[in-house]
């Protein structure tokens, strides 16, 4: 192998070569999170007769200039593109890859970029598409903790500190409750001028939206249990090119390195081999068309098709208790702990199923339809899925949260969407579903005013009742046992 370090319009760029005489066909992977980072990432490509190129985005770490996030990708891209399809060891073939962050920087160049900079295949894992859909969940809720985190970490900065959320909540464990959130800056102790102005952004939706339009083969990759599962699913789905392929496991966002609590032993997948495997296919064009995939069904140990979906079926919820409940923004519920207060006012109303007669394989999206009311002009509706195996333990399957604005007192009607699930309940399981009025810290607070919860400096308490009589839980119900596939058959044909 041959490796050398370069500037590519001033970016810092590192590169390596494979063992021979090429031309090769490229991988571009550009990142915020340090190039260097990516050394054994690249040398699995090198080995495998792909020139590798690594590049730190502008403004982070050995790349000058101001950082911005999202705002110059698409231009950087195009040169560095242009600039590898110039070198004597390129054959012009190139694949943009990379996950989270660095996905945005490869879709982009196959989305908005000029066609001579477009790559001729997008592997695009974990896609954090833009500015807004980080921000926000689809209904326009604000991803508090996660979003925090980020900044925190890496926002306005040339370097990272992973740990610099963790570090300021251990100090002040009461830290996102602070009012008004945009503040969090002066908190955290370090300017961060970008804060404020990502919860401005409205412009979510736009690189979905131009998928349709799209050239290059794709490649996601997800996992059910990260932040981005539906922008994963929705960019498959949208994508126009001559092939899109889906791979969702049972992961979180460091997707094979973070499995979760569903995952066994046929869900870890060697995705390095899979992805040069893929990246041949694309480049020869021997990739059939059309939308395929797998996806892993949790707690299973299988695979299956892509478009595998089930039926949806109504499930009827007994009342436990809390269909008249106060959703108070000084006790909200909260994200991350599952215990149910025993004592006190109801802050949720908590319903459950019956034990399911036989194991339910459930792949699909999940929604609950209520009627309720809100005495206050603005709340948020948040719907959590738990599931209560036989063995007494307790796991959170889905989560949703919606806004609505009606007149104070007035019952309405409206569905909230969980998200998508692909596991397998074992026989005997219940299913706790609660709603509330909160889901804190991943979300931020309502503050019941009708006040923008990022700016708000008063938060009030909500009444609301829930019609028990009126809730219906969705799922999505195989109505069979699933035939399994081979998740490198279905990426590979």
Same mark, same amino acid.
């Given at each position: 192998?041959?490796?050398?370090?370069?500037?590519?319009?001033?970016?810092?760029?590192?590169?390596?070569?494979?063992?021979?005489?090429?031309?090769?066909?490229?991988?571009?992977?550009?990142?915020?999170?340090?190039?260097?980072?990516?050394?054994?990432?690249?040398?699995?490509?090198?080995?495998?007769?792909?020139?590798?190129?690594?590049q730190?985005?502008?403004?982070?770490?050995?790349?000058?200039?101001?950082?911005?996030?999202?705002?110059?990708?698409?231009?950087?891209?195009?040169?560095?593109?242009?600039?590898?399809?110039?070198?004597?060891?390129?054959?012009g073939?190139?694949?943009?890859?990379?996950?989270?962050y660095?996905?945005?920087?490869?879709?982009?160049?196959?989305l908005?970029?000029?066609?001579?900079?477009r790559?001729?295949?997008?592997?695009?894992?974990?896609?954090?598409?833009?500015?807004?859909?980080?921000?926000?969940?689809?209904?326009?809720?604000?991803?508090?903790?996660?979003?925090?985190?980020?900044?925190?970490?890496?926002?306005?900065?040339?370097?990272?500190?992973?740990?610099a959320?963790?570090?300021?909540? #251990?100090?002040?464990?009461? =830290? @996102?409750?602070?009012?008004?959130? *945009? $503040?969090? +800056?002066? /908190?955290?102790? !370090?300017?961060?001028?970008?804060?404020?102005?990502?919860?401005?952004?409205?412009?979510?939706?736009?690189?979905?939206?131009?998928?349709?339009?799209?050239?290059?083969?794709?490649?996601?990759?997800?996992?059910?249990?990260?932040?981005?599962?539906?922008?994963?699913?929705?960019?498959?789905?949208?994508?126009g090119?001559?092939?899109?392929r889906?791979?969702?496991?049972?992961?979180?966002?460091?997707?094979?390195?973070?499995?979760?609590?569903?995952?066994?032993?046929?869900?870890?997948?060697?995705?390095?081999?899979?992805?040069?495997r893929?990246?041949?296919?694309?480049?020869?064009?021997?990739?059939?068309?059309?939308?395929?995939?797998?996806?892993?069904?949790g707690?299973?140990?299988?695979?299956?098709?892509?478009?595998?979906?089930?039926e949806?079926? #109504?499930?009827?919820?007994r =009342? @436990?208790?809390?269909?008249?409940? *106060? $959703?108070d +923004?000084? /006790?909200?519920? !909260?994200?991350?702990?599952?215990t149910?207060?025993?004592?006190?006012?109801?802050?949720?109303?908590?319903?459950?199923?019956?034990?399911?007669?036989?194991?339910?394989?459930?792949?699909?999206?999940?929604?609950?339809?209520?009627?309720?009311?809100?005495?206050?002009?603005?709340?948020?509706?948040?719907?959590?899925?738990v599931?209560?195996?036989t063995?007494?333990?307790?796991?959170r399957?889905?989560?949703?949260?919606?806004?609505?604005?009606?007149?104070?007192g007035?019952?309405?009607?409206?569905?909230?969407?969980?998200?998508?699930?692909?596991?397998?309940l074992?026989?005997?399981?219940?299913?706790?579903?609660?709603?509330?009025?909160?889901?804190?810290?991943?979300?931020?607070?309502?503050?019941h005013?009708?006040?923008?919860?990022?700016?708000?400096?008063?938060?009030?308490?909500?009444?609301?009742?829930?019609?028990?009589?009126?809730?219906?839980?969705?799922?999505?119900?195989?109505?069979?046992?699933?035939?399994?596939?081979?998740?490198?058959?279905?990426?590979?044909?």
């Amino acid at each position: 192998m041959t490796a050398f370090s370069t500037a590519v319009g001033e970016l810092a760029t590192d590169v390596l070569l494979p063992a021979g005489d090429g031309p090769f066909p490229a991988v571009l992977l550009r990142t915020p999170y340090d190039r260097t980072r990516h050394e054994a990432e690249a040398r699995g490509w090198a080995r495998r007769g792909f020139a590798a190129v690594v590049q730190d985005v502008r403004g982070r770490f050995a790349s000058p200039g101001e950082w911005h996030p999202y705002a110059h990708e698409t231009a950087d891209g195009t040169a560095a593109v242009r600039w590898i399809r110039r070198q004597p060891w390129s054959d012009g073939r190139l694949v943009a890859a990379g996950a989270s962050y660095a996905a945005h920087c490869a879709l982009v160049l196959a989305l908005d970029a000029p066609g001579d900079a477009r790559p001729d295949a997008v592997i695009a894992a974990v896609p954090a598409l833009g500015l807004a859909e980080t921000a926000r969940e689809a209904s326009g809720v604000e991803r508090l903790l996660s979003r925090a985190g980020w900044w925190a970490a890496h926002g306005d900065r040339r370097d990272s500190d992973e740990s610099a959320l963790n570090k300021a909540l #251990a100090e002040d464990p009461g =830290l @996102l409750a602070h009012l008004p959130l *945009t $503040a969090l +800056p002066e /908190r955290l102790g !370090r300017a961060l001028p970008s804060w404020a102005g990502l919860w401005r952004r409205p412009d979510r939706g736009h690189l979905v939206a131009r998928a349709a339009h799209a050239g290059p083969p794709l490649l996601a990759v997800g996992g059910h249990h990260d932040h981005f599962t539906e922008e994963t699913v929705a960019l498959w789905r949208a994508w126009g090119g001559s092939s899109a392929r889906l791979l969702l496991g049972p992961w979180g966002h460091p997707l094979t390195s973070a499995p979760g609590p569903d995952a066994g032993p046929a869900h870890r997948l060697n995705l390095g081999e899979l992805y040069v495997r893929w990246a041949r296919r694309a480049l020869t064009g021997d990739l059939a068309p059309g939308h395929h995939g797998a996806l892993a069904l949790g707690g299973a140990g299988l695979w299956l098709p892509a478009n595998v979906e089930g039926e949806p079926r #109504a499930h009827r919820t007994r =009342l @436990l208790h809390g269909s008249a409940f *106060t $959703a108070d +923004p000084a /006790r909200p519920v !909260r994200s991350d702990d599952l215990t149910v207060p025993a004592d006190g006012p109801p802050d949720r109303c908590l319903l459950v199923t019956p034990p399911s007669p036989r194991p339910l394989d459930l792949v699909g999206p999940v929604s609950v339809r209520l009627r309720a009311t809100a005495h206050t002009p603005s709340a948020d509706w948040a719907a959590r899925l738990v599931a209560l195996p036989t063995d007494g333990t307790a796991e959170r399957l889905a989560v949703g949260i919606v806004r609505r604005a009606e007149p104070a007192g007035r019952e309405a009607a409206f569905t909230v969407g969980l998200g998508r699930l692909a596991r397998r309940l074992r026989a005997g399981t219940r299913l706790r579903l609660e709603i509330a009025g909160h889901h804190f810290p991943a979300h931020a607070r309502n503050p019941h005013t009708g006040d923008d919860p990022m700016t708000a400096a008063q938060l009030l308490a909500s009444r609301r009742e829930v019609d028990p009589e009126s809730v219906v839980l969705n799922l999505p119900v195989l109505p069979s046992r699933p035939a399994p596939t081979d998740p490198a058959e279905e990426i590979l044909r």
